[in-house]
């Protein structure tokens, strides 16, 4: 058999490095398959209280749902932009890519805390509805997730600004990008499924 040429292996090796830490994929999956869990008893209990979803899914803010996966879709996108930036050598050009998808999730924690509050004046709680428990629990733990996901794009963002990433050193900021597409992944996912499907 005639080995492959060097410069192939390496290339084949590179095409099939998983970005960030190994860790950070086991988390990953754990995250998604506890969340996957959650959709699925969810959508078996929606099939059977269907008017009772139909109806108060309608008392949702959509357009704040609708303009808080825009944000974290664009932040996302900043994300990509500082791995692209860093990995092309400009560690302290990547800063304010992570500044600016940082800036995005706090919007998007700003907008949530809005609909948590127009929720709790009008006297919702988690004990209100079988919906509202749905609604409170699942969009509260990936609420909880988001502000994860700010302490790690901060801590990039420090990491960028020092100069610390690169060619050589990309662990960190992957790491950090695949959590938050991760947590981005989520949100597409829960947003059409309590605000819009019915």
């Not at 699925?40 to 109806?55: G, I, P």
């Not at 944000?71 to 600016?100: D, I, M, N």
């Not at 901060?154 to 610390?164: D, E, L, P, V």
Request: proline content about 3%; hydrophobic content about 55%; charged content about 10%.
């Amino acid at each position: 058999m005639t080995p492959l040429p060097a410069s192939n292996s390496a290339s084949e090796t590179t095409a099939r490095r998983l970005p960030g830490d190994l860790a950070i994929w086991f988390f990953i999956l754990a995250e998604l398959l506890a969340f996957g869990v959650f959709f699925v008893v969810y959508a078996f209990t929606r099939a059977n209280h269907v008017e009772l979803f139909n109806a108060e899914q309608l008392t949702l803010d959509r357009t704040s749902g609708a303009i808080n996966t825009v944000l974290l879709l664009t932040s996302s996108f900043f994300v990509v932009r500082a791995v692209q930036v860093a990995e092309a050598g400009f560690s302290r050009r990547a800063a304010p890519w992570l500044a600016a998808a940082f800036a995005c999730g706090a919007g998007f924690v700003v907008v949530k805390i809005f609909e948590y509050a127009e929720k709790i004046g009008a006297g919702i709680s988690l004990s209100s509805s079988t919906f509202y428990m749905f609604y409170l629990s699942l969009t509260f733990f990936h609420f909880m997730h988001v502000i994860l996901g700010m302490v790690i794009i901060a801590a990039m963002w420090n990491g960028a600004r020092t100069g610390r990433y690169g060619p050589d050193n990309m662990n960190g900021i992957e790491t950090g990008a695949a959590y938050w597409h991760m947590v981005d992944l989520v949100w597409l996912i829960l947003f059409p499924l309590i605000y819009v499907m019915r």
